[in-house]
């Protein structure tokens, strides 16, 4: 395992262990839920809005590693960014989870996102990868029903 690989397992082993922002966010502006029924994973986004930009963002439920990891990490991400830097890096979080950018600078520069590329090589892991994302993106367009990944 290359030195790089092994510091993406590292990130994902970390943020499954100790979540960031793992809680309920009492006053959120927005709160949906995300639901991936062939892993069982299950969480709800807080979304708390000052104009555009993300003030606070969390989340809480269940699930697999990488779901858990990638909730985390997107909480940590996502946190003070304006909604067109969140809609660029849902884009690009997607295109890195299907294995569509393949230039490690591209990479690299998707800082703790980018220990979620390995992801593209198990398509099954890719629907808990992005079911965060999901969760989140429809939070922020307002639509309020629960997400599923089917
Ligand atoms: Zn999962």
Known sequence: MSDLKALY????????????????LEDADYSVEGYNPLCGDHYTVYLKMKG???????????????????ASVMSTVLKGKTLTEVESLFNEFHHLVRGEIKDDVSIEKLGKLAAFGGISEFPVRVKCAILPWHTMKNAIDKKNETVSTE
């Open 52 to 70: 555009d930009v993300i003030s606070e963002i969390t989340f809480i439920g269940s699930g697999c590693a990488i779901s858990k990891a990638s």
């Open 9 to 24: 397992q590292e990130v994902i082993l970390d943020h499954n262990k100790n979540p960031r922002n793992f809680k309920k």
